[in-house]
């Protein structure tokens, strides 16, 4: 992941972006999907083989994340904001599969869609289906909400909570702000080139808020024990999801990619994968954010 977040150069091509982003974005699938699966190995398992088993699922489980992402620049070349449909539903089925090969499920077995900050889940083998509250998302959204006004014709057109300033408080000189799955946008972006342009960007970065999902995985064990000692928990957790990657995807664009400000923004891999795959420019040649 560092040798990826190393190619902020501004001589690397877009087609060199698209090679590294789905080597990041398998590899990340790889990881979180082989440590997770070691994590909860059952009875029995050798754990070279719950490894091997999470990181090949994960692997394809990223890829499939990387082809959501790319489906982003759908939305930029054709100007039209319903591909964001398209681009989460390939996206959440390869998180799924992440997901699943890092609780050591069988790669079908929980297949979830997320709607703002409601996570729709269904398992497969039981054919139950449960809405889920993702309680950072909750928060990230009761947040944006105090920022700006509803724009409902944009969520509904793109599947994405969508809320309107005249300026962005904490970010003045940004037209766009994406925290947890939705978007604040200033009120001067009309729907012109620019702003499918800054619609598709904003769309891969809610995608990598959530691709570190197979993490949450890593908790089983420790919730397995918490419904054991606690019934309060046993009842509340199956209607509500704890998704840390928000706070971990925090950790990596702040801490790891030194972002959003200044020089670094160029060097920034978050900022380049949104711009690289939904426009194929340099996020330098285009401050969205
Ligand atoms: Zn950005």
Redesign the pocket.
């Known amino acids: 992941m560092l040798l990826l977040m190393a190619m902020g150069r501004q001589t690397i091509t877009a087609q060199d972006y698209r090679g590294a982003s789905l080597l990041y974005n398998g590899l990340i699938g790889a990881v979180s999907g082989g440590v997770g699966s070691v994590i909860n190995k059952h009875k029995g398992q050798k754990w070279y083989k719950a490894f091997a088993k999470g990181f090949a699922v994960g692997a394809g489980g990223g890829m499939i994340m990387y082809g959501g992402k790319r489906i982003n620049s759908l939305i930029s070349v054709k100007s039209e904001l319903s591909y964001g449909y398209l681009s989460r539903f390939v996206f959440d089925m390869g998180n799924s599969i992440v997901e699943n090969a890092a609780a050591n499920r069988n790669f079908w077995e929980v297949v979830h869609y997320d709607v703002g900050f409601i996570r729709l889940e269904l398992e497969t083998t039981k054919l139950r289906f449960r809405p889920r509250l993702m309680a950072s998302t909750f928060l990230g959204t009761v947040f944006l909400a105090t920022q700006g006004r509803f724009d409902v014709p944009t969520s509904l057109a793109s599947g994405t909570p969508t809320f309107r300033t005249r300026t962005i408080s904490y970010a003045p000189r940004l037209n ?1 702000s ?1 925290l947890t799955n939705g978007f604040l946008l200033n009120d001067t972006l009309r729907h012109n080139l620019f702003f499918y342009d800054i619609y598709a ?2 769309m ?2 809610t995608f990598q808020f959530r691709e570190l999902a197979g993490i949450n995985q890593f908790f089983n064990p420790l919730k397995t024990k918490w419904k054991e000692r606690s019934t309060w928990y046993a009842k509340l957790s199956p209607w509500i999801y704890g998704d840390l990657n928000y706070e971990l995807y925090g950790l990596n664009y702040f801490l790891i990619n030194g ?2 400000e200044g020089k670094h923004y160029c060097r ?1 891999f ?2 380049n994968e ?2 690289y795959l939904s426009t194929e420019r340099n ?1 330098c040649d285009f ?3």
């Open positions: 766009g994406t960007h904003e891969v970065h972002g959003p920034n978050l900022e949104a711009e996020a401050k969205a954010h």
